[in-house]
């Protein structure tokens, strides 16, 4: 658009306006002939401004709520984006810490099932205190 057209903008043309219908109002019998055309000449031409200036003004309202909407879209995109990224990224990441990380000398209790780090339970189940025995499974 080639001029911004703002609501102060518009309150004064409308205030203008009203001005000219008031006048417009005001022209009697008494008028002549040549006042009274200039005065309804004025009254259509600030009509026909207002009219102008309020459909500017209405595509101007509807161009910067479009911006704002697309504004919102393109943020949304760019956040699913970037949450389908981190989820790609972060199962990457996870990928060689399991690969690193190793079960190796755990062991399962053959009585509650209960998965035992060899660290911290080497021959009791902390659950229900079983000894580890030939029936339980050992992680090699």
Do not use: F
């Amino acid at each position: 658009m080639s001029s911004y057209i703002s609501a102060d903008t518009m309150r004064a043309i409308a205030a203008r306006l009203k001005a000219i219908q008031d006048d417009h109002a005001a022209i009697d019998s008494r008028t002549d002939a040549r006042t009274a055309a200039i005065l309804r000449a004025r009254l259509q031409q600030a009509r026909e401004q207002y009219q102008d200036a309020r459909a500017q003004y209405a595509a101007q309202i509807a161009a910067e709520q479009a911006q704002r909407e697309r504004a919102a879209q393109q943020e949304q995109q760019q956040q699913r984006r970037q949450h389908a990224g981190s989820s790609r990224a972060g199962s990457a990441r996870r990928e060689p810490e399991a690969a690193s990380y190793s079960m190796r000398g755990w062991w399962v209790c053959c009585i509650c099932k209960n998965a035992n780090n060899p660290a911290l339970a080497p021959e009791r189940c902390p659950i229900d205190g079983h000894y580890k025995g030939s029936h339980c499974a050992i992680y090699r």
